[in-house]
């Protein structure tokens, strides 16, 4: 060309420009990384929705009881005045994560917490045969069969569990099955310190 | 035996691989001749040793040989023959090594085409593309091995989703493929123009036809895959800006700039630095869309691979090459002298707004589509980036660019004046008014729909006004410049014929935004009215298909009591892999599709969901003019006038 | 990679799906029905990944489920493209049929009936459900980059021409007429009858 000029600028600052594209990609790198690594172990789940209930009571309802199994319903009115830390948990008998789930939730009872149900979008007698079937391991046992309650408390599938302080605070919140990790490092360590 | 050739010609391909790697390589900086012509060669014996690999996976899928993994997860011996065969790439494993197929294919291409390329520009840019293909094979040697064997035997497989037994699926990948790989040969170009310190008008020439054809297979690709989703998914819906859709469009949007800032290089030798980075930036964004589809960022449920060392093995090999070609530019880019100057308005100055709009545009979808995994991973927060806000972020963008779109082709280079332009565009301006004016005026106030077709109109009117004031209608006789149009060199008709496309494709979704639905339940024998149609319901029968039973409604169309059209929407059930899917009727014509899907049936009535999506067909049609018009830029003689020497050559055979 | 390994992994793969896709399944209430949620997954993702998730029981949603009145059902759909289907990926409640998003749908139109306006539908569903179920995410101070995007970009942009070109200034920009032999260079590669 005729006029290929050479000229002489500041270079510091115009190679500054030029490391951009490097930086970028090296910043998006690194966290790629540390979300693989999350992924790995577990502490970055692209799917984890946080409950938005998290510090707040649960909202206002009444559900009735599941008649055949001759536990007390379940309502809002229950959470004023609790003894100790209450676990509510969501379940349904066509849900197959729920009966992988069952015998933490029945060692739950045994070890002598207060565990509440509800039953989401079910049929009574397949509820009841569940229970009949696997154990019950439920103190009370809310049957939420237009699953508008559960919408209320932001439940998005089943089983979910929550876990409220004897305020009647919600304070923790899983979807999905409890796994024997969840147990022994979330449920049973902060149900110890809400009693304490 | 054929699983375990398959097997063989890959680590073939991986050996040949490493040769392509280094010895041209050495042999440039060395200055061998010998060396460096080493490059093709090794180009074409990789391309046909992973050629034999892919066949002999094929060969297992078609005859369904339950030993090998892979036929076994992902293919029945229930398919139709030829979801079979397509299934072979419907999986991580199978698309992988289409993947590294295609990229040996565009390197034995770069050597079969390259024949004039300097040599130590021929053998860096093989070089790139066998360090490429390398870490590729090696990934699917070392994490996603296809031919490894099962024993005993499963008697059969484990089916194939049956929404991918499909055939727009089974075209959508390999076209996917092209253009991704194809960003592979110009990512190549430019780090070979990166080692080597120069960029010039000639490099430029080469690297257009590349950007131009991966652009066209991208564009291509992207469509049918939007098509699939909208007759597929049964919703009606063509765009989700769902994550994967947006890693699609990164390249094709990065590649789109590089396409128009290839013509400034071409052309004026100016933008160099700027080129050399869009060519590493479609690349790395190809690169960036397979790492997210396949390493389990995105979604663990649903990527494809859940074993996280796969994720970390493409981590590893992005870092290398994208970081590596980065590095690399920011070390040498200086070394280019800037050039070609240019008044902020000329062709020039179009083609860098062009540019800034569509880099910005890649800004927000790029940073719209990592947000919420970046903001989980830094603070636990998951808020969710979907469809509202990528339309609002991107269409403030989107509106100045199709405006400059109709002036850019029309401006001089180096320094023009607007306003004589304007002044020939003035027609399309007004026609554009009166596409908005119509709009509302015929249906309702439906502002955003109305500045789409006001859009569409200045875009179709621009490309015809640009051919016109290019072959002089109006300066001289019709005849003469009807002579002088068909004389136009093909990439001008080639960019007003894209640039029509994307006029076309904006007609397509401005008519979509003035979509409407119904959905009613009704009895056999009745009927409903919809869309100015009467739609009657003659019965839902059984249907029996060759691996699925189906639902199958047969919907009579009428208007004013004639039959217009008959519809048959039907639900399928796969019982291997018990799945159903949904398959929606569709008429289309040139005015829009009347789109029918079957729902549940109850209480002996049968919901029927009823769509009218005015001109619809246009979104996809326009695609396929865009990539018409690059294949038309690409055929222009003039673009491979880095030709003559052979042609020289060639007469001087021809003669002797 | 014996077979045991292969066996291990695709179970591990399996259990994983079951943890995520049906273990946390918004069903409905049919019993028999341990339906995975509709995750579509984008037509170029399903070329991969919809292998390992069975796609929905593609039904179409139920009519009591639309107003009567047009314009609410309007709006309605307006309320529901903006919210995001938990179970699913990127996808509206107006665009899934998963049986949350059909809740979901019913409880917009019903409060829509009532005659709540959209700010209190959205506002209903956000309580319950925090910011991942809106898609259009919120103005706060975490999303602050994200919208502010478009114009840091253009900014930027603007700002790197600017300084390319402020780089190239001491040099002068040259007559910026084409020389003679810039215009028969073009003219060659255009072959263009006016360059």
């Known amino acids: 060309m005729s006029e290929v000029m050479t000229p002489a600028p500041k270079p510091s600052r115009r190679k500054l420009l030029l490391f951009a594209p490097l930086g970028v990609a090296a910043a998006a790198g690194v966290g790629f990384w540390a979300m693989l690594r999350g992924l790995q172990d577990g502490s970055f789940n692209p799917r984890g929705v946080p409950s938005a209930l998290l510090g707040k009571p649960p909202p206002e309802f009444t559900l009735p009881a599941l008649e055949s199994s001759g536990l007390p319903a379940l309502s809002s009115a229950d959470f004023r005045g609790l003894p100790g830390p209450v676990v509510v948990n969501f379940w349904a008998s066509w849900c197959a994560p729920c009966i992988i789930e069952h015998p933490h939730l029945m060692a739950l009872q045994r ?37 508008r309650v559960s919408i209320d408390w932001g439940v998005y599938g089943v089983p979910e569990t929550y876990i409220l302080d004897r305020g009647g605070i919600i304070r923790w919140r899983f979807a999905g099955p409890l796994t024997p990790e969840l147990m022994s490092q979330d449920v049973l360590p902060l149900l110890a310190r809400l009693r304490a | 035996m054929i699983p375990e050739l398959g097997h063989f010609a890959l680590i073939l391909a991986a050996m040949l691989a490493i040769t392509q790697s280094f010895l041209p ?43 090998v993994v892979n036929v076994v997860a992902n293919s029945h011996s229930a398919k139709p023959m030829l979801f079979k065969i397509t299934g072979t790439w419907g999986n991580h494993e199978g698309s992988m090594i289409l993947w590294v197929l295609v990229l040996a294919g565009c390197s034995a291409a770069v050597a079969g085409f390259g024949g004039s390329l300097p040599s130590a520009l ?94 066209s297979f991208l564009t291509m ?27 699609s469009l990164l390249p094709w949007l990065a590649g789109t700039a590089l396409l128009h800032s290839a013509i400034v290089v071409e052309k004026r030798e100016a933008l160099k630095v700027w080129t050399v980075l869009l060519a590493l930036l479609a690349f790395a964004l190809s690169l960036l869309g397979t790492f997210l589809v396949r390493s389990g960022v995105l979604n663990s449920v649903h ?170 209608v109006g300066r001289t006789s019709l005849r003469n410049a009807w002579n002088r149009a068909r004389n136009l060199p093909r990439a001008a ?163 002797a | 990679m014996s077979f045991f390994d ?15 896709a049906l273990g946390h399944a918004s069903g409905g209430a049919a019993p028999a029905a341990m339906r995975p949620d509709s995750r579509w997954a984008g037509p170029l993702l399903l070329a991969f990944a919809l292998l390992c998730v069975s796609p929905a029981f593609a039904q179409i949603g139920d009519t009591t489920y639309r107003l009567r009145d047009p ?61 991942f179920v809106l898609l259009r995410p919120p103005f706060k101070w975490s999303t602050l980059l994200l919208w502010a995007t478009p114009a840091l970009a253009l900014l930027g942009g603007l700002f790197a021409i600017w300084r390319a070109r402020r780089v190239a200034a001491p040099a002068g920009i040259g007559p910026l007429e084409l020389t003679e032999a810039e215009r028969q260079r073009l003219a060659a590669l255009q072959g263009d009858p006016k360059a």
Not at chain 2, 26 to 43: E, I, K, T
Not at chain 2, 222 to 230: E, M, R
Not at chain 2, 347 to 355: C, D, F
């Open chain 3, 71 to 131: 314009v609410q059902e309007q709006r309605a759909r307006e309320i529901g493209k903006e919210l995001r289907c938990l179970v699913c990926q990127n996808q509206s409640i107006e665009d899934s049929d998963a049986s949350l998003a059909r809740d979901l749908r019913r409880i917009v139109r019903e409060q829509v009936e009532r005659g709540a306006s959209n700010e209190q539908v959205m506002a209903f569903v956000h309580e319950r459900y925090g910011d």
């Open chain 2, 122 to 215: 021929q053998a860096r840019v093989q070089a790139v593309m066998g360090m490429i293909s390398l870490g590729f094979l090696a990934f699917i040697l070392f994490t996603s091995n296809p031919f490894e064997r099962i024993w005993p035997p499963p008697p059969d497989g484990q089916g194939l989703n049956p929404l991918l037994q499909d055939i727009g699926l089974a075209i959508h990948p390999p076209l996917l493929y092209l253009g991704y790989v194809g960003y592979a040969v110009t990512f190549a170009f430019a780090v070979a123009a990166l080692i080597e310190g120069r960029v010039d008008a000639a490099w430029g020439r080469w690297v257009r036809p590349w950007s131009l054809a991966a652009w």
């Open chain 1, 111 to 147: 070890q002598g917490v207060a565990l509440w149900g509800v039953n989401y979008k079910d049929r009574p007698r397949e509820a009841q045969a569940f229970l009949t079937r696997h154990g019950n391991p439920f103190a009370r046992l809310g049957v939420d069969e237009p699953g």
């Open chain 3, 6 to 20: 292969a066996l291990r992994r695709r179970a591990r793969a399996w259990l994983r799906r079951a943890a995520g």
């Open chain 2, 493 to 655: 008709w080639g960019a007003a014929i894209s640039h029509a496309g994307v006029g076309v494709t904006i007609l397509g979704i401005s008519g979509m935004g003035l979509a409407t639905e119904k959905l009613v339940a009704v009895p056999p024998g009745g009927s409903t009215t919809f869309a100015g149609y009467e739609w009657r319901l003659e019965g839902v029968r059984d249907f029996v298909g060759p691996n699925f039973t189906a639902r199958k409604a047969t919907i009579t169309v009428l208007r004013d009591g004639r039959v217009v059209h008959v519809m048959e929407p039907s639900k399928r059930y796969f019982p291997i892999g018990r799945t159903n899917t949904t398959e929606a009727a569709i008429r289309t014509s040139p005015a829009g599709d009347l789109y029918a899907v079957l729902g549940e049936e109850r209480d002996g009535e049968a919901v029927l969901r009823l769509h009218n999506n005015p001109l619809a067909p246009w979104i996809w049609l326009g695609a396929g003019i865009m990539a018409l018009g690059a294949a038309f830029s690409l055929s222009d003689r003039r673009i491979r006038i880095a030709a003559p020497a052979r042609r020289r050559k060639d007469e001087a055979e021809a003669a």
């Open chain 2, 25 to 67: 390589l050495w042999g440039a900086q060395r200055g061998d001749v010998r060396l460096m012509a080493s490059g093709a060669p090794l180009a074409v014996a990789g391309f046909i040793a992973i050629g034999i690999s892919f066949a002999a996976l094929i060969w297992a899928y078609a005859t369904n040989d339950t030993t």
């Open chain 2, 221 to 247: 690709g992207i469509s049918i895959g939007s098509w699939w989703a909208y007759y597929e998914l049964g919703w009606g819906g063509y765009w989700f800006w769902d994550p994967v859709e947006n890693a």
């Open chain 2, 303 to 472: 990527s494809f691979a859940s074993d996280p060392a796969r994720g970390i093995f493409i981590l590893c090999l992005l870092g290398i090459y994208v970081a590596g070609a980065f590095a690399l530019f920011a070390w040498r880019a200086p070394a280019m002298a800037p050039a070609g100057f240019f008044a902020p308005i000329s062709r020039e100055g179009g083609i860098v707004l062009n540019n800034l709009l569509l880099c910005s545009i890649t800004a927000v979808v790029f940073v719209g589509t990592l947000y919420p995994l970046f903001l989980d991973l830094l603070t636990g927060q998951m808020i969710s980036v979907g469809p509202p806000f990528f339309n609002a972020a991107t269409a403030p963008l989107a509106l100045p660019l199709v405006m400059a779109m109709a002036v850019g082709p029309m401006l001089a280079w180096k320094r023009a004046a607007l306003w004589p332009v304007l002044q020939r565009l003035w027609w399309a301006a007004c026609v554009a008014l009166l596409a908005f004016i119509l709009t509302l005026a015929l249906a309702g106030w439906h502002v955003l729909s109305a500045l789409g077709f006001a859009c569409a109109f200045w875009l179709l009117a621009g490309a015809v006004a640009d051919i016109a004031d290019r072959a002089g």
